[in-house]
């Protein structure tokens, strides 16, 4: 199955009737995509009723995959809100109840930073990770081009693989040591996850702008690249089952029309999702 969305669901205008309010946002979303990112996951571990009303405002085949808190991936400035490590993990672990229950969670997405790079303390960390997570399936995303620089490549999908991580390939601007080529590989037979941040390799770089949100994911994919992509999703799907494409390449606004090209490109139709509602007026 080849599941395409979007990295959360308030800010892609093209999808909505004119004047629709934020709380009925996701609900139209699910008219148009089958999966979607939390993002809002990742700036605060998110209470359950929150969990509890996405879930029940999506259909049954409606899936979430969640961004890890930012204390867990070491974004976090200042002190964080919890006296451990096992209690945030606890906390966050508890937030994911309600997409069990619904039987709607994908799996949980760890991002980390473009300064966590390639060293035997930020291994052991991962390890940790994954065993303090138990068996919730978990992505994992780096930032940092150490991981990947050909002496540690081969290794870096291996652990991987043998700690039972899902590889979120990422297509993202080519900036040097903070982001990381597309390596088109899964960890494993059932899921991996494809993750389209744009080309914009000036806006990537713009570190000190107070803007950066404005500018960093400010690309609109063409049609030949996304051309690409179908055949690297295509060779994905034959290697493995579940396929989760995203697309974050919003700061103009462009990831929802090019997650619909793409639907388009792969020639599929989705089946159950939520009725689409139509502006009359």
């Not at 009737?17 to 709380?23: L, Q």
């Not at 619904?102 to 949980?108: E, G, I």
């Not at 060779?235 to 462009?254: A, E, P, R, T």
Request: aromatic share 14%.
């Amino acid at each position: 199955m080849i599941n395409i969305g979007l990295t959360g669901w308030g800010d892609h205008d093209s999808l909505y009737r004119a004047n629709t309010s934020s709380r009925n946002k996701l609900v139209e979303y699910a008219a148009y995509f089958p999966i979607v990112e939390v993002d809002a996951s990742f700036y605060a571990v998110q209470p359950k009723k929150n969990g509890e009303k996405w879930s029940r405002e999506t259909p049954a085949d409606f899936r979430f995959i969640v961004k890890a808190y930012q204390g867990m991936t070491g974004h976090q400035r200042g002190e964080l809100p919890f006296s451990t490590t096992e209690e945030m993990f606890t906390a966050f672990i508890a937030s994911l109840e309600p997409y069990q229950k619904a039987n709607k969670l994908s799996m949980v997405l760890f991002q980390f930073p473009p300064w966590f790079d390639c060293i035997k303390e930020n291994v052991l960390y991962l390890r940790t990770c994954k065993k303090l997570m138990g068996n919730i399936p978990c992505a994992l995303e780096f930032r940092h081009q150490s991981w990947f620089m050909p002496k540690f490549r081969d290794k870096t999908l291996q652990f991987m693989k043998e700690e039972g991580w899902i590889h979120s390939i990422c297509d993202e601007p080519q900036a040097g040591t903070g982001s990381i080529p597309a390596i088109i590989e899964p960890s494993n037979e059932e899921s991996v996850l494809i993750r389209f941040h744009g080309r914009n390799v000036q806006g990537w770089q713009q570190k000190n702008n107070p803007k950066w949100r404005e500018v960093r994911y400010l690309y609109k994919y063409n049609q030949k690249e996304l051309e690409e992509w179908r055949e690297h999703i295509n060779y994905l799907h034959s290697v493995c089952k579940n396929i989760f494409v995203v697309f974050n390449n919003n700061s103009g606004g462009d990831a929802a029309d090019n997650a619909l090209q793409l639907i388009k490109l792969l020639n599929i139709e989705y089946k159950n999702l939520a009725p689409r509602q139509l502006d009359l007026f």
